[in-house]
């Protein structure tokens, strides 16, 4: 089993910043891509960038392009989400993920049942 637990959200406003921390624990070794994913109300869950913990390739949503990207620091097993230029439509609780992924690359950002494993989420609100 994986544990996954995000933290870093909160309020900000348009043209702001937030880093997303998602803290692994247990057999981290069941997966090898760990990703983000946001939901906003009314709306399904979407990818927004996934990375391959071993290879360090990332690929991101095209909403993320630009203004969000993704970091790790392995020895904590901790996985970062930077997102800059923040607009009201980022608003969204935003989610991590883990699952595994084969010959080099993760599942794709649309193959959300791929991932395995989710954290509880944490709230970003984006108003001025």
């Known amino acids: 089993q994986v544990q996954l637990v995000e933290s870093g959200g909160g309020s900000v406003q348009p043209g702001g910043s937030l880093r997303l921390s998602c803290a692994a624990s247990?057999?981290?070794?069941?997966?090898?891509?760990i990703a983000w994913f946001r939901q906003a109300p009314g709306n399904e869950r979407e990818g927004v960038i996934t990375r391959h913990i071993e290879n360090g390739r990332d690929w991101l949503a095209d909403s993320a392009k630009g203004r969000f990207s993704i970091s790790q620091d392995q020895a904590k097993n901790t996985v970062y989400l930077q997102m800059h230029m923040l607009k009201p439509e980022d608003t969204a609780i935003y989610y991590c993920a883990a699952g595994r992924g084969a010959a080099g690359y993760c599942p794709s950002l649309q193959r959300l049942n791929a991932y395995h494993y989710w954290g509880q989420g944490t709230q970003v609100s984006v108003s001025s």
């Open positions: 247990g057999d981290t070794a069941n997966y090898n891509c």
